[in-house]
């Protein structure tokens, strides 16, 4: 079992940059993967980013890439996801997952969600 709890939303202009947390309780969340998603209103929960547990492989979603950086503190039980040159069209609600079963793009894949935690950029 794995418990995910984020952090670190909130609201800023376009251009800032914030860092999200997830903050994972349960033993076994270093040894599996981890992953960022968002949804926007009125749309479908997409991937941003994904991370194996050694950190070993990356993914992102082509809308992020070069702008947001996933990490992980296995040690801190923690994932992170720097987003930088944020846009209007980041603003969503983010989630943190862990744990996947097939497809990583896919958000039915993963087991373990958190609350999520608002992001809004204004312009």
């Known amino acids: 079992q794995v418990q995910l709890v984020e952090s670190g939303g909130g609201l800023v202009r376009a251009g800032d940059s914030l860092r999200l947390s997830c903050a994972a309780s349960?033993?076994?969340?270093?040894?599996?993967?981890v992953a960022w998603f968002r949804q926007a209103p009125g749309k479908e929960r997409e991937f941003v980013a994904t991370m194996t547990s050694s950190g070993g492989n990356i993914y992102y979603a082509d809308s992020v890439k070069g702008r947001f950086t996933i990490s992980r503190d296995n040690a801190k039980n923690t994932a992170y996801l720097q987003m930088n040159s944020l846009k209007p069209e980041d603003t969503a609600v983010y989630y943190c997952a862990a744990d996947v079963d097939g497809n990583w793009r896919e958000s039915w894949s993963w087991d373990y969600w958190g609350q999520g935690t608002q992001v809004t950029v204004s312009s």
């Open positions: 349960g033993r076994t969340f270093s040894r599996v993967p």
